[in-house]
């Protein structure tokens, strides 16, 4: 899952699982969630398992991502 955008999204008792982001295809951040630019992410009640990245294999967020 990929949020880029500066509009507020609010994410609820979902499963983010088995996501891959390879190293060297350019997507090498955030296996499960990649938050980046102004976005403003809301989790309630998550589980992030089995992901995999070059950083942040569960999650990544850039300074600028409000988590």
């Excluded at 609010?10 to 980046?36: P, Y």
């Amino acid at each position: 899952l990929i949020v880029a955008e500066a509009v507020p999204l609010s994410v609820q008792d979902v499963t983010i699982s088995d996501g891959r982001a390879e190293e060297g295809s350019g997507q090498s951040l955030g296996g499960g969630l990649r938050c980046v630019a102004d976005a403003e992410v809301h989790l309630q009640d998550m589980v992030f398992a089995n992901n995999h990245a070059f950083d942040g294999g569960g999650i990544y967020a850039s300074e600028r991502c409000q988590l």
